[in-house]
């Protein structure tokens, strides 16, 4: 099951018998989360627990808890005595979770900027980084590093905001739209307006515009949903 590239990013984690379980229980969870992101473990694809854990090289109890986790974030269904299956995402998924990130980071967006200028500092820092990266990348039609400096600005945005429950509840819908939009990131337009949208944003928190941050974060992912979901349904496509 193991691909040659995450048993390299394995053997560089300590997950032998010494190691904390909490911590093998990481290296177990980022491992199957990566490996449903790149589509190494497709929509449909089963496993038995004790065979995850054979691949991984430790017992089954921080295999089990790395499978509860993914479930809690709708990656997999625990199947009884059966082990893990990789759950499908839908159009109609793909709608709600995005509902959940409009409201997430709008408030996010507000929250930063009504802090003050000290507190937000750093993650402005990480956010114009990140939408200068995705310029840089555009012009060089370089999808594949456009996508994880996207993807970095719309995690630092809530990791800076300052609320637990807001970073705990995008935890479980963020991973889910970043897989649907690697899996589609060939598909859609150029996102050449994403740019000057998250510009919009990072000018709006630097200015201290709670009203306007929110509003211009939240126009941002409804623009993404506009065009995503659409073109699922053209395609045909039916589940990810």
């Not at 819908?173 to 949208?197: D, F, I, Y």
Request: proline residues 3%.
């Amino acid at each position: 099951m193991a691909t040659s590239k995450a048993k390299a990013e394995m053997q560089s984690e300590d997950t032998g018998a010494d190691a904390p379980q909490e911590a093998r229980a990481e290296v177990a969870y980022r491992y199957l989360r990566n490996a449903i992101f790149a589509n190494e473990l497709p929509a449909g694809f089963q496993a038995a627990e004790n065979e995850i854990a054979a691949q991984l090289g430790m017992s089954r109890t921080p295999v089990h808890e790395a499978m509860a986790r993914l479930q809690d974030e709708g990656f997999v269904q625990i199947l009884p005595r059966k082990g893990i299956l990789v759950r499908a995402l839908s159009p109609a998924d793909l709608l709600e979770i995005y509902d959940v990130l409009i409201a997430i980071e709008g408030a996010a967006a507000e929250r930063l900027a009504e802090g003050s200028d000290e507190a937000r500092s750093s993650t402005l820092d990480v956010l114009q980084a990140s939408t200068d990266a995705m310029a840089s990348a555009l012009r060089a039609s370089d999808l594949e590093t456009w996508r994880i400096a996207d993807e970095r600005f719309h995690d630092a945005l809530v990791e800076g905001c300052g609320n637990g429950r807001i970073k705990r509840m995008a935890a479980t819908v963020s991973g889910q739209s970043h897989r649907a939009r690697r899996l589609t990131l060939h598909l859609r337009p150029l996102p050449t307006a994403s740019t000057a949208e998250h510009q919009a944003i990072i000018d709006a928190i630097q200015s201290g515009d709670a009203a306007a941050a929110g509003n211009a974060a939240r126009a941002h992912r409804r623009h993404a949903r506009g065009q995503l979901v659409p073109i699922l349904k053209r395609i045909n496509v039916h589940q990810l």
